[in-house]
DNA sequence: GCCAACGTTGGC
DNA sequence: GCCAACGTTGGC
């Protein structure tokens, strides 16, 4: 099987790379936002995911892993609908669980990704409110690129 | 079903 | 603190 490569955004002040680190492991709950729902029904146990800190950062410090894919989100009001149950299905949220794969050794700022040819293009610019966003294989690899060198 | 008003997110 | 982008809500 593949693997699917996503982005997750986090505000460091509420949720950061090092609280994830010190969990071990983190439910992504919360996520109220059809297309980032659909994203999360998509994710499957190993798919990789990178860790993007907003406001306070602007950049992407991580890499983490799906350990358990799409349940029902235990957070919201009527969890355990399914998750497809029609457009208007106001319920039916859902969360995957989330585990610390390895911290980037250079964090790649947004600047950084506006001004790559390759990730210029990301959901994660295109769509820039949306928490949770699919990348394609080449961008990811481009991310593990840049944390490589300086910024 | 359209659209204006409003709330939220997130960059600057 | 401001504002742009986007989603949601509610009047019609």
Not at 53 to 73: E, L, M
Not at 92 to 119: F, S, Y
Request: aromatic share 8%; charged share 25%; hydrophobic share 35%.
């Amino acid at each position: 099987m593949t693997t699917q490569y996503w982005l997750v955004k986090s505000e460091p002040a509420t949720y950061s790379w090092d609280d994830f680190v010190r969990d071990g492991r983190s439910d992504w709950t919360g996520v109220r936002n059809y297309a980032a729902r659909l994203h999360l029904n998509a994710m499957r146990r190993g798919d990789e995911v990178m860790f993007y800190h907003s406001n306070d950062g602007k950049c992407i410090v991580g890499i983490a892993r799906v350990t358990q894919p799409a349940f029902p989100d235990p957070t919201a009001d009527e969890p355990g609908l399914p998750a497809s149950g029609g457009a208007k299905g106001g319920q039916g949220w859902v969360a995957v669980e989330l585990a610390p794969l390895a911290p980037l050794p250079r964090p790649v700022t947004l600047a950084q990704c506006k001004a790559d040819a390759v990730l210029k293009n990301t959901e994660l610019l295109r769509q820039s409110r949306l928490s949770v966003s699919p990348l394609k294989p080449t961008e990811f690899t481009r991310i593990k690129k840049l944390a490589k060198h300086s910024a």
